[in-house]
Structure formats: C-alpha cells, structure tokens
C-alpha cells in the first residue's frame, strides 16, 4: 500500500472532499469544509489565489463573479477577477447564496481562516495553487502562510499536506523551496516526460476520464523524490460506478464533490 493508502487507515483509494464537500456546500468555504468533516472525510481540496493588496484567499475561479454577489456589490467593476479586489473588498462578499439560502453569508476565506478549520477538524489539505502565472510568487506565499500556521512541521508534512498545480514550474518551485513538502502535478502527462517530473512531484493527479489501468501503473513505477512510488489522485468522480471504475485501475486517491458516495462505493474492495 502506498504512504496515502496507509494513512486512510483502509482498503480503496483516499477519498478527497473537491473544493470541500462541495456538492453539499458551497465550495471553497468553511462550511464546505465543516460538511466533509461532517460526513468523516479527512481530506479536503481547495484552490489558492490572491487579492490586490497581497492576501491568499481560497476560491476557484479568477473572478469572483460566479461563486460570490461581487455583481451587486461592486456594479461597475466587470470583469471581478480576485487579483483586483483587495482582501477587504473581498471579505464583503456572499459567497454562500447563490449555492443556497441556507449559506448566505458564507465569506470567501482567506487562506490562513481556511487552513486553522481544517485543523480544527484535525483533517488534511491538498492544496492548489490556482493559476500562478497570473501571481507571481505565490508558490513562496502560500509556504508562509501554512509555516505560520503550523503547517511545514514535521508532523504535517509527513501525511497531512499535499501542494499540487497544473503548472509544472509551480509544482518544482514548491519542491525546490521547501523539499520536505509533499507535491502533486495535475493533468496527464506523457509517460516519456514522467521521469523529469519525478525529480520534483509526489503525484501526477489526472482527470478520471484520461485513465487506464496502464497509465496508473506507469505512474506508479517511478520513484518520486521522497523515495517512494509515485502517486495518483483522480479527479473528479462524483458517482458509485464511476468511484469502483476509477478505484479499479488502482489509483491512489479519488477526489470528488460527493466523498460520502464515493467512500460507500469504494470500501470493501
Ligand atoms: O484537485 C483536482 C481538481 O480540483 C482540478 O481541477 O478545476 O477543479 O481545480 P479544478
Ligand atoms: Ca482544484
């Protein structure tokens, strides 16, 4: 069993909550995370960006204009791309209605709000870093923020905090500011190009729909550079058969919106 498996404590795939349990709660907040905690799930996704004025802030899209009020509040500021707003702008938002009544008033969290909940709930991050080339340094920021925070003991790196990015240079400039970091490349990358990219990620995580049993195993036949197998966190399967279909090909992780299906579809096999 690989490093992730063991720390699930079970058989199947680590389960990963997307963007928090986010076909429950609106995702990217703290009630996202409150909910898969709620439902056992120990680890939880989210992406990290950042505002005009320098904070790291945990939401998905560049503008704020889907996931939060930023239409009202803000009328004349199209297109709401975060790295406009300043932090204080920011922290007025709804980032809970347009998901349901039930959440309204839910804030964009800042990264370092985010991080103290999911510690709170005693769970695991993994953490991507959204669109770097739009935040130059952010690799750098985001070490210190989870160093204030606590997150860059021993205790946490060594199964409790996965940094992961599409961009590659971002990925390598995680590893190479703090090597002690475990790390994630996202996307499916040839299998000829693998061999560079284990010098510096822990994982490749693949959408589920680019699989085979084939490119997983690959994957796993590389050492990574803490030493072991490479691993792989799938994304993002939200129903039973595609959770056993996905489990099947012997991945790593599952990451979805709906964790509770896939842990019932995935234990026991
Ligand atoms: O963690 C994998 C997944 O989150 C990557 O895609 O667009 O949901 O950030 P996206
Ligand atoms: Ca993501």
Do not use: C
Not at 70 to 80: I, L, Q, S, T, Y
Not at 108 to 128: D, G, I, N, S
Not at 224 to 242: L, N, S
């Amino acid at each position: 069993a690989s490093s992730a498996q063991a720390s699930h404590g079970g058989p199947g795939p680590v389960v990963i909550a997307h963007r928090g349990a986010s076909a429950y709660a609106p995702e990217n907040t703290l009630a996202a995370v409150d909910k898969a905690a709620e439902l056992g799930i120990d680890w939880v996704e989210n992406d990290v960006q950042r505002t005009k004025d320098g904070e790291l802030v945990v939401i998905h899209d560049d503008s704020l204009r889907r996931t939060t009020d930023v239409e009202e509040v803000f009328p004349g500021r199209a297109p709401w791309k975060v790295k406009d707003f300043t932090a204080a702008e920011i922290a007025r938002l709804d980032a809970g209605s347009w998901f349901g009544a039930a959440y309204a008033g839910a804030r964009v969290p800042t990264l370092e709000q985010y991080v103290a909940r999911v510690e709170r709930h005693r769970q695991k991050l993994l953490l991507e870093i959204k669109s770097p080339e739009l935040y130059p340094g952010i690799e750098r920021e985001t070490l210190k923020v989870l160093g204030n925070e606590g997150w860059l003991d021993r205790r946490h790196v060594a199964g409790r905090l996965i940094v992961q990015s599409f961009s590659a240079d971002s990925v390598r400039t995680v590893h190479e500011l703090k090597p002690a970091v475990k790390t994630g490349l996202l996307g499916t990358p040839a299998v000829a190009d693998l061999p560079a990219y284990a010098g510096f990620a822990d994982q490749i995580n693949p959408s589920h729909d680019s699989l085979s049993l084939g490119y997983v195993s690959a994957v796993q036949a590389f050492t990574g550079p803490h030493g072991r197998p490479m691993e792989v966190f799938a994304w993002t399967v939200d129903d039973a058969a595609g959770a056993r279909l996905t489990a099947g090909y012997g991945v790593d992780g599952i990451i979805t919106n709906r964790p509770d299906v896939v842990l019932a579809a995935t234990r026991g096999q």
